[in-house]
């Protein structure tokens, strides 16, 4: 049959053809051709599919995508030949992602409703993730060359599926269903319920558990009740989890009834919990359970490399019974604007899963009142791997900066380093840019503005004296060989949260610039 459309078309479309030629313009392709056809023999095209070349198939679904032609895409579902159909990379625009995604459902529905496999039956994932396999329709389509190799990392790429020689199973019958279909997606809970696109996908999941398993690898949590969290975590394959990002005000109690799903995401690598608040009626004996809770689930956390913290104000002595049941060594540690005590930075430099970070953020955690050493330790201990190291807004002074700075300068591999909002005067300044310019992968440094450039009265900064301090740190480099860009920033802006930076010429904040 598909001879017929191409024949079709060639007759429909010679005169363009001699147009195009005559006007000195590419000829449109073959593969555009038969889109073309498509769109035109829908009936016809459809019925062809079993003797359809691989080949055509990713450009004419997406001439059907673009046609808005449900009835192809459905069939084109059912015939797919590829293990994985990549259709989140063509669902951007939000006015085409609901018809097809009922489009693709019920060429699924056709797949499982078969008690025995057809002969092309190939799919065994549909990826719904937007920003997955973005090359295979441009590579297919023949938009780039078809030499570059298409990278695929997750089971069942989107690759086609090599010729095998054939082979007489006389006497054997079609392939049998094998394991469920997967339905891959990245979930983003942002309002108390689902928009129109995630409620008709999971009331299809939910009605068909045991012929497909919805999986996840990106699960993040802006807003949503508890109670419908957990209704709808139910039904994903949640050993599938890599990341989790929880961005609600959560207490401490949701936490708890959450940590029963966080300990069977097994293969979680990325974990992030921001501002986790304590009710202020709580009993000591409700806390310390709740918190049991959490830790507890940690244990199952086998390949857990980044752990970011934010706001998690129940850490305060506590810290040891968190980090203590990790499992498996971390690469990126952020405890930021988290209360803690001596005792907790103490344990944060004995941990044994901690001496491999690669990435140390510990901006916001006030460390005023406390010894410097145990952040000398946790230096020394990472000095050979650590690459990213931020220590903003620390309340970090002249005194304590001296006592980590041989173990700062030991950090061969730093590349950034962030010591903004201490107060430090220009003598400790001085000393840390000495240290700091000891390190030849170190590319950018931030830096509080020396106390000697605030203005004794108002406390804001003088720009004529920030500007020769500047000049003089700059000079001091140049001896030391270095010709870097120093970045001297202000305190944080009240109203938006941005800094000013001066490296001399001031970069200020958008607040200022509105002024």
């Known amino acids: 049959m598909w001879p017929q459309i191409f024949q079709q078309v060639h007759v429909q479309d010679s005169f363009q053809s001699r147009f195009t030629r005559m006007s000195k313009r590419s000829p449109p392709r073959l593969l555009e051709l038969a889109g073309r056809g498509l769109l035109r023999e829908e009936a016809l095209a459809v019925a062809a599919l079993e003797e359809l070349p691989t080949e055509l198939f990713p450009p004419l679904f997406m001439a059907a995508f673009a046609g808005r032609r449900s009835r192809a895409l459905t069939a084109m579902v059912r015939a797919w030949p590829f293990p994985c159909l990549p259709l989140g990379a063509l669902m951007k625009k939000q006015e085409t992602r609901r018809e097809t995604l009922q489009a693709a459902l019920d060429g699924l529905d056709g797949l499982l ?4 496999r057809p002969r092309r039956w190939k799919l065994r994932m549909l990826d719904l993730r937007e920003d997955a396999h973005q090359d295979f329709w441009a590579l297919w389509s023949g938009a780039r060359p078809r030499a570059r190799v298409l990278s695929l990392s997750e089971p069942g790429a989107a690759q086609p599926v090599p010729k095998r020689r054939k082979v007489d199973h006389s006497g054997m019958g079609a392939k049998q269903p094998g394991a469920p279909l997967e339905v891959l997606i990245d979930l983003c809970f942002k309002e108390a319920a689902l928009d129109e696109f995630l409620t008709n996908l999971m009331e299809w999941v939910g009605q068909r558990k045991g012929s497909l398993h919805l999986c996840c690898r990106k699960l993040k949590i802006f807003a949503m009740p508890i109670q419908n969290l957990k209704k709808l975590l139910k039904m994903v394959q949640l050993h599938c989890i890599q990341e989790v990002d929880v961005s609600c005000t959560w207490k401490l109690p949701v936490l ?7 300990g069977q995401m097994v293969n979680l690598h990325r974990l992030l919990l921001s501002h986790i608040r304590v009710p202020s009626r709580s009993s000591p004996a409700e806390e310390e359970r709740h918190v049991a809770q959490f830790s507890s689930q940690i244990l199952s956390l086998c390949h857990l490399q980044e752990l970011y913290l934010n706001s998690v104000f129940f850490l305060k002595g506590r810290l040891d019974q968190v980090l203590g049941c990790l499992r498996s060594p971390l690469e ?9 005590q001596e005792s907790d930075l103490t344990h944060l430099s ?38 990213n190291l931020d220590l903003e807004e620390c309340g970090l002074t002249d005194s304590q900066l001296s006592v980590i700075l041989p173990a ?26 000495r240290h700091t310019a000891r390190l030849g992968r170190l590319h950018l440094g931030l830096y509080p503005a020396p106390l000697e ?27 030391l060989g270095q010709s870097r860009t120093i970045w001297l920033s202000d305190h944080l802006c009240p ?15 958008p607040c200022y610039t509105r002024a």
């Open 453 to 479: 450039s605030y203005q004794e009265l108002h406390g804001a900064l003088h720009l004529g004296r920030l500007a020769e301090l500047h000049a003089r740190l700059k000079a001091m480099l140049r001896e």
């Open 495 to 509: 109203q938006c949260g941005n800094r000013a930076f001066y490296v001399p010429e001031p970069i200020q904040c």
């Open 113 to 116: 409703a078969q008690k025995v």
């Open 350 to 387: 004995l941990c044994p899963n901690t001496s491999h970070l690669k990435r140390l953020d510990l901006s916001g955690v006030i460390l005023l009142s406390m010894s410097p050493e145990p952040l000398k330790v946790l230096l020394e201990k990472v000095s050979v791997t650590l690459q």
């Open 408 to 433: 700062l300068g030991r950090c061969s591999r730093l590349k950034t380093f962030s010591f903004c909002g201490n107060s430090i005067s220009m003598p400790a300044l001085e000393n840390l840019l």
């Open 332 to 340: 990126t540690l952020s405890i930021t604007h988290c209360p803690l």
């Open 256 to 262: 708890g009834c959450f940590a029963p799903h966080l």
